[in-house]
């Protein structure tokens, strides 16, 4: 069985580069361009077959990444799912560190700043897989 990776970002040029990422790797992807349908598709994940991992940009028109993130958290907070013991690993991708210390606060589990190494994203990725 596969596991499920979420993609969000507004920038196609920068979704389709992760998702470049994982050409050859066992993963089925999902990339979506902008926070609201990351949030719907992520609800939407959670009666059928819920992501494994969610990469995430920060700067988004409508509902940034930050706002995103705090959903799904509220959303395992709801369900009695504490960060780290069974909720989905979220990576944050940002082109600065602006928003790292709130993302942290926020319970991301890990910051990218663009650019970045396709093996460093696959490093962070299978390490929160385990």
Excluded: W
């Excluded at 709130?102 to 970045?116: G, T």
């Excluded at 396709?118 to 299978?126: N, Y």
């Amino acid at each position: 069985m596969n596991r499920k990776i979420m993609i969000v970002d507004d920038d196609r040029g920068s979704r389709a580069l992760v998702q470049k990422a994982f050409e050859n790797e066992s993963f089925e992807i999902t990339s979506v361009d902008d926070g609201r349908k990351a949030i719907a598709a992520y609800f939407n994940s959670l009666s059928t077959s819920p992501y494994n991992l969610i990469i995430l940009d920060v700067s988004m028109p409508l509902v940034n990444g930050i706002d995103v993130l705090k959903k799904i958290r509220a959303e395992e907070a709801s369900r009695g799912i504490a960060h780290g013991a069974g909720s989905v690993p979220i990576i944050i991708i940002s082109g600065s560190t602006d928003r790292r210390l709130e993302a942290l606060n926020m319970k991301c589990d890990d910051y990218l700043i663009k650019p970045f190494s396709r093996d460093v994203l696959l490093g962070k990725v299978k390490e929160k897989l385990g």
